[in-house]
């Protein structure tokens, strides 16, 4: 079975740029959480999607960055006009039902220039 | 603030030791409690969970134990080895049923 997949594993963009993450969760699940996280730090929530909703996107900013689970196809978390400071490691998770055992992707490391 | 956070940044050991680490939560609601290990450059790996009925839960060289009234649980692992190198995160769900709360994280550092 494969796990969490996500690409790139690697991103760099300039500031003012766009950057596109993609999850594809593992087969059968059907929710979908994107953490992120600061060098030395822990995760941090930021959004929670099932299949064509966003059921909490509280952690998310509410500025710049949008995040979309399709009927068909990856998650997509997408940052407008980075800035330096979205420089991190963008963790998605997904799991078969609510909660509890969220499995986690490798991250995508965004790095803005 | 956080609900989750641990004592130690860093614990260095010798390979074979036994090794601690700690993790103090804020959120007397909170019934479950996972632990993750994350080596360089990837993601969280479940290591064990417990639930707030128990007390201790066992499984392969690992033990986390969990002390309600003053708020903390611990992860134990048995005989470290260098594959054991990582950081360790405690996480919990306050305040919801999937909105995962991770502490700063404890580098494990394994000596061989």
């Known amino acids: 079975n494969a796990g969490v997949m996500q690409n790139p594993r690697h991103l760099v963009r300039r500031r003012g740029q766009e950057a596109r993450l993609r999850c594809s969760p593992m087969?059968?699940?059907?929710?979908v959480y994107w953490y992120r996280q600061l060098p030395e730090e822990g995760l941090k929530f930021m959004v929670y999607?099932?299949?064509?909703?966003?059921?909490?996107e509280s952690g998310m900013p509410k500025e710049r960055f949008s995040a979309e689970f399709p009927k068909e196809g990856p998650s997509i978390l997408r940052i407008q006009q980075v800035v330096r400071g979205d420089s991190a490691a963008y963790f998605c998770?997904?799991?078969?039902?609510?909660?509890?055992?969220?499995?986690f992707g490798p991250g995508t490391r965004l790095t803005v220039l | 603030g956080e609900s989750v956070g641990l004592h130690l940044p860093t614990l260095s050991v010798q390979e074979g030791d036994n090794s601690i680490i700690n993790c103090a939560y804020s959120?007397?609601?909170?019934?479950?409690f996972i632990w993750y290990k994350q080596e360089s450059g990837k993601g969280p790996q479940f290591i064990i969970d417990?639930?707030?009925?128990?007390d201790k839960r066992q499984g392969q060289r690992v033990t986390v134990l969990l002390n309600k009234t003053v708020k903390h649980l611990s992860l134990q692992i048995a005989a470290t080895q260098p594959g054991d190198s990582a950081v360790y995160f405690c996480?919990?769900?306050?305040?919801?049923?999937?909105?995962?709360?991770f502490g700063k994280g404890t580098l494990l550092t394994v000596n061989p």
């Open positions: 998770a997904s799991s078969p039902a609510t909660v509890e055992e969220q499995f």
């Open positions: 087969k059968g699940h059907s929710h």
């Open positions: 999607l099932q299949k064509e909703n966003i059921i909490d």
């Open positions: 959120n007397s609601a909170s019934d479950y």
């Open positions: 417990i639930r707030s009925n128990m």
């Open positions: 996480a919990d769900f306050p305040g919801s049923n999937y909105k995962l709360t």
